[in-house]
């Protein structure tokens, strides 16, 4: 066979391979992928073989190809699309993940500055007991999945993210239990019942027990579309008048226009029944994000800028007017992504917030910047 005929011959046999992995016959098509590789070497073949191996639940076999590929410093987004494999792969198999970080907030409590407030027309002047100051503290993060066999769709975790500051006014933690259920592969469907925990200033602020459906879809162009509804009640410990059911909606869409650089956006949507109208509101959130690398510099930089409105139902009964925020915010993540000690890398995470309230005590700015150290595959 002729060089040429070789190279259609194999593109034919790549593609065959794609058709039964994709109609669900991961053995056809493992064999034919392995097979494939054996003779041409192909990086992209290995890792498609890789990925038939995950979807076939043959995991640890794809473990092993998934790392051998990461050792070969692929392009970026290919690392991406592996790191989320053996994401996947580490929830099977027992995953317990610990990272921290030095955190400083200039505003960790979302005080306003105004000194006056107007309530029912008249305008009072008041001097706080705390006002808006920068804090620096440690933000901590543990994580902890595994599944309930190799094989199981079902596997259950923990997250207890949090940050503790000088004053123990601003330290914060939440708290996640959950199981969750993979109920389709491709595109990934997941079932999540979670309990979370709020603890501020060393006291339960509030629990809250939900379900959620998330939907993920992507394909081999780099588009990628999902979405999550969320349906749950919270339950405060000491404001039982904000106590009532939340419904959460969000979807983002994105596409990798070059192995460099994605962009996508955000929609969100929250609905809040409160116990009493005046704490009952909806929200909505838009936000537009670019994932960008530069391969001279390993630079990895992720941007987010949102904008999201919160309208509440009925009067305040403290202040006499229907309360009505904007909030905009800018964020920024930057990792050296071949700076890593002990499969540790370190990211500078920074922010900017701002909330404009119809009643002005809900108002406040807030600049945000972060070092954290996480494990990396």
């Known amino acids: 066979m002729q060089p040429e005929e070789q190279v259609v011959y194999n593109q034919a046999l790549f593609e065959d391979a794609m058709v039964l992995v994709n109609q669900g016959k991961y053995a056809e098509g493992t064999e034919i992928l392995s097979s494939l590789y054996q003779r041409t070497h192909s990086p992209r073949v290995k890792l498609e073989w890789a990925r038939a191996l995950y979807l076939a639940e043959k995991k640890s076999e794809a473990k092993v190809l998934f790392k051998e590929i990461l050792e070969t410093n692929p392009p970026y987004m290919v690392k991406e699309k592996i790191h989320v494999f053996l994401d996947d792969i580490s929830k099977s198999e027992g995953r317990f993940n610990i990272s921290f970080g030095l955190i400083s907030d200039s505003n960790p409590k979302n005080l306003t500055s105004a000194s006056s407030v107007n309530v029912f027309g008249q305008q009072y002047y008041y001097n706080p007991n705390i006002k808006p100051e920068s804090e620096t503290g440690v933000s901590y993060s543990i994580n902890a999945n595994k599944a309930f066999n190799d094989r199981s769709p079902w596997y259950f975790g923990l997250s207890i993210n949090g940050s503790k500051f000088n004053n123990y006014q601003y330290d914060k933690t939440s708290i996640e239990q959950f199981v969750s259920h993979r109920i389709f592969d491709s595109p990934r469907v997941n079932l999540k019942l979670s309990l979370q925990e709020f603890v501020f200033a060393g006291k339960l602020l509030y629990i809250y027990p939900a379900i959620s459906f998330r939907h993920t879809y992507e394909n081999a162009n780099g588009f990628y579309l999902w979405d999550e509804i969320k349906v749950g009640k919270l339950y405060y410990s000491e404001y039982t008048y904000l106590d009532g059911f939340m419904t959460n909606f969000t979807s983002g869409i994105g596409k990798a226009f070059t192995p460099q650089l994605t962009l996508g956006a955000e929609l969100g949507f929250d609905r809040m029944n409160a116990n009493e109208n005046p704490y009952s509101f909806l929200s909505s959130t838009a936000g537009l994000i670019s994932n960008f690398f530069i391969p001279s ?37 930057i990792t050296k992504t071949n700076w890593s000690i002990y499969g540790v890398t370190p990211s500078l995470e920074v922010g900017f917030e701002k909330n404009d309230s119809s009643i002005d005590i809900y108002s406040y700015n807030r600049v945000m910047a972060n070092l954290y150290f996480r494990k990396s595959f």
């Open 297 to 333: 510099l390993e630079l990895k930089t992720d941007i987010k800028a949102i904008k999201s409105y919160k309208n509440f139902d009925a009067m305040d009964p403290i202040f006499g007017e229907i309360r009505r925020d904007e909030r905009s915010g800018l964020f920024a993540t």
